[in-house]
């Protein structure tokens, strides 16, 4: 069974003040890793997907990064536009029938 | 930019009844996805749908739900006999090919069901 565990659950930082999002997975065959965005009473707005060991993606101030065995979300010089939460999903070739499986997601604040 | 819409926004429906949510997929898209989200819980797959039929689904989705794309443009999930753990919000999504390669899935604002 895949498995996305996403810490922390909760981060509040300063404009302007670097910070990373972590992403732990586990899946059966990695066809895909994906970074969404959610903002309150929104659905999940996609960023970036991965796909192998060493591969690294940007978009303005986010950079995500990938391991065998995890992700990082990295944020640089946030601004408030940027609070929103954070999901990671998996989509694995294990032959389970499961779609993406997302983690629980970082919920992030950016206080001006 | 086109995007995925989902109507209604919000449903209220009492135990028992049956339901039918709304969405209309980005044209070109050719696969189709319900999810939901249990408040304070992940995002959870429920069904996959192309070629007019069901591709995947989930242990969630069980005989209580169907799904149907009754036009060219519309994709309905319909829950019988609703009950109160169905509360949560369901977010309709498509896809060009599947979700892989270079065409992520695109997630509509979704519909929070309320079942009383």
């Known amino acids: 069974e895949d498995q996305v565990t996403q810490s922390p659950e909760a981060l509040r930082l300063q404009e302007g003040e670097s910070s990373s999002l972590n992403c732990s997975y586990t899946v059966s065959g990695l066809r895909g890793l994906f970074w969404y965005r959610q903002d309150p009473g929104k659905g999940p707005e996609f960023l970036f997907t991965?796909?192998?060991a060493g591969e690294e993606k940007e978009k303005e101030r986010l950079k995500a990064t990938l391991t065998k065995k995890e992700s990082f979300l990295h944020i640089t010089a946030p601004k408030p536009e940027d609070s929103a939460t954070y999901l990671c999903a998996v989509e694995g070739s294990g032959g389970g029938a499961d779609g993406l499986t997302f983690g629980k997601g970082t919920h992030l604040i950016i206080q001006p | 930019e086109p995007e995925v819409t989902q109507t209604p926004s919000h449903q209220v429906t009492q135990m028992g009844q049956e339901v039918i949510l709304r969405c209309v997929p980005i044209?070109?898209?050719?696969?189709f996805y319900w999810y939901r989200q249990i408040l304070g819980q992940k995002v959870e797959f429920l069904v996959s749908?192309?070629?007019?039929?069901?591709?995947?689904k989930s242990e969630i989705f069980d005989d209580q739900f169907s799904v149907e794309r009754p036009d060219g443009s519309n994709f309905t999930l319909k829950i019988r006999s609703t009950k109160l753990e169905d509360s949560a919000m369901y977010f309709c999504a498509s896809s060009p090919s599947g979700g892989r390669g270079n065409s992520p899935l695109h997630f509509g604002n979704g519909t929070r069901l309320t079942v009383t």
């Open positions: 044209s070109n898209h050719l696969y």
């Open positions: 991965l796909y192998s």
């Open positions: 749908f192309y070629n007019n039929e069901i591709s995947e």
